[in-house]
């Protein structure tokens, strides 16, 4: 590329110099072609995103890979490839609050786009969001029924606000919260998050009612594997032992 062998920034400036100068040919012969000029500048970005800085950019790499992005989005809002350059940018500078608007704005301009769903659910996870996490996580699961990591994150922040309202005394909620998440359980899973008896082991943790929690604790018996099992011992022994017990 035509900056190679000069100092980076240097380089970037000589790079985007001759692209532009292109586009400006072009133009004087062709008129304004927006998608050709996304493509020029998300080539940009991705050159120094992939070549200079081998996917970790820093510093004024940052701040042209951002730049161009922007300027690719401006000419081309409907093109997601440089979205996620400029997501992955951010994460890596670790500018998390406007990583959280561009999130914000792209799961409204690409709401069936599963990787942007999953990333903000990721990130509602993180802030402990859990009403947002399930919400993102559903519609991630609405595009791809069978994906992992959405299933998971329902699970997951069911699990927590099932936890609420059992605090807050709205335990039909909560058992209602604990029959969605069995929805997604697979009897002879390993993995825990999955396994439909450590469901039933966490919602006799909070349940009060004998009769209900003996319910839980029996259906937890039938299907307990032994790896599943380990995790339960942990849980039973947060239960007597643990601060609840206190």
Known sequence: WAGIGCPPEEGMDIV???????????????????????????????????????????????????????????????????????????????????????????????????????EAADEAWTSKAHVKTLGLAKKALAVDPLDLRARELCVAANVMLAQTDYARGKIDAGRKRFDEMRSFARDESDEPTFCAAYMFLQQANLEEDAAVKTSCEEAARLKLSPLVYRFASSLYEQVFWGPRAR
Request: proline content about 4%; some cysteine; glycine content about 4%.
């Open 16 to 118: 985007e110099e001759h692209w532009l100068e292109f586009l400006q040919a072009y133009e004087a012969l062709h008129g304004r072609n927006g998608a050709l000029a996304a493509r020029v500048h998300e080539k940009l970005a991705r050159t120094v995103f992939e070549k200079v800085c081998h996917g970790r950019p820093r510093g004024f790499e940052a701040e042209f890979v951002i730049e161009q992005c922007e300027l690719a989005t401006e000419h081309e809002p409907n093109r997601f490839a440089p979205y996620t350059m400029w997501l992955d940018t951010l994460k890596l500078t670790g500018k998390k609050s406007e990583r959280k608007k561009l999130l914000s704005k792209l799961t409204k301009a690409f709401p069936k786009e599963k990787l942007v769903l999953l």
